[in-house]
């Protein structure tokens, strides 16, 4: 059977086990599919949907892993997850499950079937930058998809932009703290190359380009991953992938609430640039500028997002390529304020404006504080404190991650080392590491360097590593933390499950601890998809060895749970907010968090 001219497939490890979809009122035939028949899918560039029973034994499902998993960088196929309707913990277990072995989507089998029916037919359609279609599908979409990368046309694109925007004016999107985004990514000196070898060499390149670009949106899907609850419009919040013109390409990123998460796929991006390109029998490396544009409520329309983008994209190539730049689209603030923006941000480093706050972390079972987290405030000598979520952006956009991040390692140890007191001395203290800071230059070294300066016992600092940073490049990744944790520095896992990441990855890097991300931490008295997967995290944290702390924790009620569930320490406002270095000082040498928790 197909949909869309793309064929469907099943994979189970029951015998002879009928699917258990229906499409148009006809039972997705069975087809014997086994191990070896799904290694071949994996390799397989026609592209297709797959779609996997979770029933399937877990050997064979660690094997689908290796396959189509985070490992993989040639399949085309798109992974659905079909989930019984058993209890809620094992419907979250299976969910959990599904995204470790790279599915981009998941069914619940207790739905009707007509939805399912409409589910898949809108994964067909709308999902053409995740598969790669064959010969015949682009023939039966001609002036749809184009013919060179097998991706939506810029037409295609713009009319489902278009279609966003007027939701989020009608639904007030922005008001919610939400937007939809894009990203223009334009290959750097591509007329020389055409130039060189001719346009029709060139042709299989860009071809080659959009399967990397495909390839970068799937593993965002397993990071990132925008559907949270079982709905039947979650596949909408996906982005979408396609062709401009020449040697410009585009990414919708709807209903997104981050700007981080469109920097983490830029990231994807360039990383897909890393390897060489191969025209005429040589390997020629080629990079991209990336240009993201995000709009709210302002934006008018689909060539107004798409104009920020592009002139993001120059930027980038203006600084020489090879990177990203952010344009913040709004009513008020031009151009030049922002360039201001960032050369105040330049200024702050350098008179010390950025100041350093620390928020406790305590321990469930004690009640008391057996640490803290060290966090960057701005205090404009006009605007007064400026959070690090309106800052932090232009820093990366203006290259300055790095030196923020030295900045604020540097500091803190500094400052704590300074602390005398009996209970001030007992703490940890733990430092965000941004992914500038992990890879560029010797990390290893200004660690050292910093601790020698400071006489801060090793083993009382904890430096905190993403869970997109360690996806990036796990091999680099583990070697630094080998070293790191050599000189007795403890290493955390933070916003884990945020990106989903493969239990493989997880059980082959020695981390101490495990951070939950707080915006799983606000669902979970009345989430059940937030629910489960704090639950299953704490699970991995115990099966591993690893202190799991729950970030976000603002009611009792909260803290109550995560006790019940075995979690180790939790930090947020129910202990307290972020404090400057002196009353963070006088707040643990005053006991004061137990005193509060006694008069509860």
Request: proline letters at 3%; glycine letters at 8%.
């Amino acid at each position: 059977m197909e949909l869309t001219g793309l064929p469907i497939y099943f994979l189970t490890s029951v015998a002879d086990s009928p699917c258990p979809l229906r499409l148009d009122n006809t039972r997705i035939p069975y087809l014997p599919i086994d191990i070896n028949k799904a290694m071949e899918l994996a390799k397989d560039q026609s592209g297709g949907i797959l779609l996997i029973d979770m029933e399937t034994d877990r050997d064979t499902l660690d094997q689908i892993t290796s396959s189509f998993g985070v490992h993989s960088s040639n399949h085309s196929m798109a992974l659905i997850a079909l989930i019984s309707g058993r209890s809620k913990n094992h419907q979250q277990e299976s969910i959990r499950r599904a995204f470790v072995i790279g599915a981009q989507e998941y069914i619940l089998l207790d739905v009707a079937s007509a939805f399912v029916s409409d589910r898949l037919r809108f994964l067909a359609r709308h999902q053409m930058g995740f598969i790669k279609p064959s010969n015949e599908t682009l023939g039966s979409h001609k002036g749809v998809i184009d013919t060179v990368t097998g991706l939506p046309t810029w037409d295609v694109v713009k009319d489902r932009l278009s279609l966003l925007l007027r939701e989020s004016r009608s639904d007030n999107l922005a008001t919610q703290g939400g937007s939809h985004s894009a990203i223009l990514i334009t290959v750097d000196r591509f007329r020389r190359l055409t130039a060189a070898y001719g346009l029709q060499e060139c042709e299989s390149v860009l071809s080659d380009i959009a399967s990397r670009l495909r390839i970068a949106l799937r593993e965002l899907g397993r990071r990132l991953p925008l559907l949270e609850q079982a709905t039947f419009n979650e596949i909408e919040h996906r982005p979408m992938l396609g062709r401009m013109q020449a040697n410009d390409f585009i990414v919708i990123v709807p209903h997104i609430k981050r700007a981080q998460d469109c920097v983490v796929l830029a990231e994807l991006f360039l990383s897909q640039f890393k390897q060489p390109f191969r025209i005429q029998r040589q390997d020629i490396q080629l990079s991209v500028s990336i240009g993201i544009a995000a709009g709210g409520d302002h934006v008018s329309s689909a060539d107004e997002l798409v104009r920020g983008a592009n002139a993001a994209a120059l930027d980038a190539k203006e600084s020489g390529g090879n990177c990203y730049q952010i344009y913040t689209l709004g009513k008020s603030e031009g151009r030049a304020e922002i360039i201001e923006r960032e050369n105040r941000i330049r200024r702050a480093l350098r008179d010390n404006e950025i100041q350093i706050y620390y928020q406790p972390q305590v321990d469930i079972v004690s009640n008391e504080v057996v640490g803290m987290e060290a966090l960057a405030r701005w205090h404009h000598p006009e605007e007064g404190i400026i959070e690090p979520d309106s800052f932090i952006p232009l820093l990366e956009e203006s290259g300055l991650s790095d030196a923020l991040g030295e900045y604020v390692l540097r500091r803190a140890v500094r400052e704590v080392a300074t602390w005398d007191n009996e209970k001030l001395d007992a703490l940890k203290l733990s430092v965000n590491m941004n992914p500038q800071t992990l890879q560029s230059g010797d990390v290893v070294g200004l660690v050292r360097s910093i601790l020698a300066e400071t006489g801060l016992d090793p083993k009382r600092l904890t430096l905190e590593i993403t869970e997109s940073m360690v996806m990036d490049d796990p091999e680099a990744v583990l070697k630094v933390i080998t070293q790191l944790q050599a000189m007795g520095v403890f290493l955390a896992l933070d916003d884990f499950g945020v990106g989903y990441s493969s239990l493989g990855y997880l059980k082959s890097l020695p981390f101490n601890y495990l951070k939950i991300d707080k915006g799983f931490t606000q669902g979970l008295l009345h989430n059940n998809s937030d629910r489960g997967m704090i639950e299953a995290i704490i699970s991995m944290g115990r099966t591993l060895s690893m202190s799991v702390v729950c970030e976000g924790v603002e009611t009792e009620a909260e803290l109550n749970w995560l006790s019940q569930e075995g979690c180790d320490c939790f930090q947020g406002y129910l202990c307290s907010k972020a404090l400057p270095g002196e009353a963070f000082a006088n707040f643990v040498r005053n006991n004061e968090y137990s005193k509060g928790a006694e008069k509860i």
